[in-house]
């Protein structure tokens, strides 16, 4: 089997019929590389009436609750320790596929997550690791054109961090900074880690080809449910 890592359904600890932010029904990514879930799209949790029910290919797992071939988790590379927390499984994930491992969603199981146990959805260091790894998931593991994508994904990264400016949250708004220069100073290390994923690629990644932030924030589109299933292709 090419089956590599099973997540279970993942459910709200303090909310029980609510997906949990971190996995839900199985985790996604747009083509801007913004991580979404069958039951989560951004902060928009959806109540679980059994919709997601089938077992399902994924484009990533979750950390909060997968279980792996330990093998294979190893042979793949493990956790990225410049990563340290947030985003690592997704990058493994990524990794994974590409080297035609299959991740899959199994309802069955159902585990119940306290999201914001290790550090609260406010702390600026989880803003800045957020930011900084999702840019070096990007820049490890897109396959097409890398710098205009970067660019793009950095501007929106701007737009976030002029939202936080006039939310007052200043801290936040630092940490995007912080991410930037961050992702600037190890690009020469994450280019590396590219070319080294890029010599031993043998699938292209699942991943929806369409921009979760236009659909979410422009035609409000705020499931899974409404996403336009041909634009999901390998």
Not at 103 to 117: A, D, K, N, Q, W
Not at 126 to 153: A, C, D, E, V
Request: proline residues 3%.
């Amino acid at each position: 089997t090419t089956i590599v890592a099973v997540q279970p359904k993942i459910l709200s600890y303090t909310q029980r019929t609510k997906f949990e932010h971190a996995g839900a029904a199985g985790g996604f990514i747009d083509k801007y590389y913004f991580p979404f879930c069958r039951g989560r799209i951004f902060d928009e949790l959806e109540t679980d009436n059994s919709q997601y029910d089938t077992n399902m290919e994924v484009a990533w797992t979750s950390g909060a609750a997968m279980m792996v071939r330990a093998k294979e988790f190893i042979e793949i590379g493990g956790f990225d320790p410049d990563f340290f927390a947030h985003m690592e499984e997704i990058d493994w994930c990524l990794r994974a596929q590409s080297l035609g491992y299959t991740l899959m969603f199994c309802p069955e199981s159902t585990v119940y997550h306290l999201g914001g146990g290790t550090m609260p959805y406010s702390s600026p260091f989880k803003t800045y690791l957020n930011f900084k790894n999702n840019l070096s998931m990007i820049i490890k593991n897109h396959q097409g054109w890398l710098f205009p994508l970067l660019f793009i994904r950095m501007s929106l990264d701007g737009i976030a961090a002029f939202k936080f400016l006039f939310e007052g949250k200043i801290s936040l708004l630092w940490a995007v900074f912080k991410s930037h220069m961050s992702t600037y100073k190890n690009l020469p290390r994450n280019l590396k880690k590219r070319s080294q994923i890029k010599q031993t690629r043998k699938k292209a990644l699942l991943n929806y080809k369409g921009s979760i932030v236009w659909g979410f924030y422009i035609m409000k589109t705020k499931n899974y449910r409404s996403l336009n299933k041909r634009r999901f292709e390998l």
